[in-house]
């Protein structure tokens, strides 16, 4: 496996991806990385005469202000650009991960990788853990703020089969975000993407979802437009980072609570790491010829080995050829 | 001030309104309070010869499975029914709590008691607890699905007066709802609601918020679309509740965490009400003729005690004279 790693994505500089490529190189020998920006700066990271990774140079960088359309066109010497075309022209090179501006990102990767054929738009769909130790996944977590009812179905059908690949979850359970759980809820888009996702023999639909039962355990997949998706997912991280900064605080308030924390050190520790987003790497581009994981911006060297991760499940779940298997299918080849 | 609460819209039929009226009549000795349910059941519930309230016998209920439509046509004798007329009918009635279901009450609330002129939709306006001591209000959190850019100005305009009448706070930082903090970000619908809040003098407007940002003490209010408005209002919520379970769950593991927790059970109880959505009462609803408050449905007494006071606060504000003067303003007239 060939994995092209956008060096200089994140808000944190190149240390965090050559960490992780470092530790994943011990760990998975068969992978060979390419390590793409500016070269000095990544030589600098890495020890003296290290000659592991293939390295790429490239000069400049793609910032959140920069207009997706204008990177692409403008920033050809950024590495997520660089990373972007090798990608596409490397047949060998079968993975791409960045911590780079999301839009440019998902316009860069639809218009130069491609999409995989018959299915409409790309989506995100990042991983979290629910309370009863499993996980539940998110489709679309914000790669498309407008959507159609035909979308949303096709989100439900990539991502039940990214969760059977790379997670062996059997049968998916899959539900749709909506502001109730009667049938007739939502706007137009919800309710005929309800009927839609209903009468599919591909998916194992549920029903509708309110946002609080996000965490439940009762949905492996949780189906929604890319814009309340996002809301979603940044809520529930938000508010658990929130709260954990609170309840901290509160302890550090009185010398009782501080004893009372020793005690529970081991338990605190453990609940900010299934807390902490960094721990569960990125969201996974569903839908692209070759695989592209989007980590967050701040990713630290725990999340980018996550990501790693991700992209060797990825490539192992052979979701690609499945989907174009389904998209054959009389459901689903006229959507 | 006169106040009517629909004793049967909540899951734990007439109790917590009964207990939360005899409390707040205790407080507030100039409220009348009017109850409107299953008269037998609502005496069973008072004290023997109690004749402070008025009590109006309503022997239906309005359930989830209810069309709005077909409760305001056919479900003419139920609780919410009743409590809807005697608001519209009664010139000293000022406000109305209601428990029921939220879709039946928007559409009775926007056809029988009516809008204020000039006001297109009336939106909820719940409020949280953030982080720093302070509240946020989000508006709207789910009474309308579908909005066009004007309407969210409107929800901005209302959102502002009522937490500047009911909250005394002078000078409301309104942040929008959209999947980033750049000015282009979002659908169409957010970038031209965008360009009406960043331009209209009447609403100190700050920018994009990304739902991870609500609880930070930023944002005095969040404008959003009714829908990501509830995907938001119930992920924060969720979030909290699941994470408090699992910390009780986790203490429960061990006996030294259990040690633990005895020094901090005051810190513990305080985090606890401070996530229970119990404390903060229910929505109003902004811009209606007059005062509408829905409760949560499964509103404890406490929560119905809020709502009380929420509906005390509004009669306070003076909002819907002060809305009328603004919506008489340039910027808003012709909206």
């Known amino acids: 496996m060939k994995l092209i790693i956008d ?3 994140g808000d944190k500089g190149c240390a965090p991806c050559i960490e992780a490529a470092q530790k994943a190189a011990k760990v998975y020998p068969d992978i060979s990385f390419v390590l793409v920006g500016d070269e000095e700066k990544i030589r600098a990271e890495l020890p003296q005469g290290f000659s592991e990774f293939e390295i790429v140079h490239a000069p400049d960088i793609v910032t959140g202000n920069d207009k997706p359309t204008d990177a692409i066109r403008l920033k050809r010497e950024s590495s997520m650009m660089k990373a972007i075309r090798i990608l596409r022209e490397d047949e060998t090179a079968d ?29 995100f769909c990042p991983i979290l853990p629910t309370m009863n130790g499993g996980i539940v996944g998110i489709c679309d977590s914000g790669a498309n703020v407008e959507c159609s ?7 439900a059908v990539m991502g039940s089969e990214y969760l059977k690949g790379a997670f062996r979850i059997e049968n998916p359970r899959v539900a749709l975000l909506n502001v109730g759980t009667e049938e007739e809820k939502g706007d137009d888009l919800h309710r005929e993407a309800y009927q839609l996702l209903k009468s599919n023999p591909n998916i194992n639909f549920q029903g509708n979802m309110e946002s609080r039962d996000l965490l439940s355990g ?18 529930t991280e ?7 900064k609170k309840i901290k605080k509160d302890i550090f308030s009185k010398f009782i609570y501080k004893i009372g924390a020793l005690f529970m050190k081991k338990m605190f520790e453990e609940e900010k790491r299934f807390m902490n987003y960094q721990n569960y790497g990125g969201s996974v581009l569903l839908g692209t010829e070759k695989i592209i994981i989007k980590g967050h911006g701040s990713s630290n060297a725990t999340a980018v080995y996550k990501c790693i991760e ?7 779940s052979n979701l690609n050829k499945k989907l174009k298997e389904l998209l054959k299918s009389e459901e689903l080849a006229n959507v």
């Open 7 to 9: 060096c200089f994505g």
């Open 95 to 123: 993975a791409l991960i960045s911590t780079g501006p999301t839009g440019v990102l998902i316009a860069a990767a639809t218009l130069r990788i491609g999409r995989v054929e018959g299915i409409r738009r790309p989506a």
């Open 149 to 155: 009812p035909e979308m949303l179905l096709q989100f």
């Open 218 to 235: 009762k949905y492996d997949l949780v189906v929604c437009d890319g814009f309340s998706g996002n809301v979603l997912v940044k809520a």
């Open 238 to 244: 938000g508010t658990a980072i929130e709260l954990m």
């Open 310 to 316: 991700q992209a060797i499940a990825m490539q192992e």
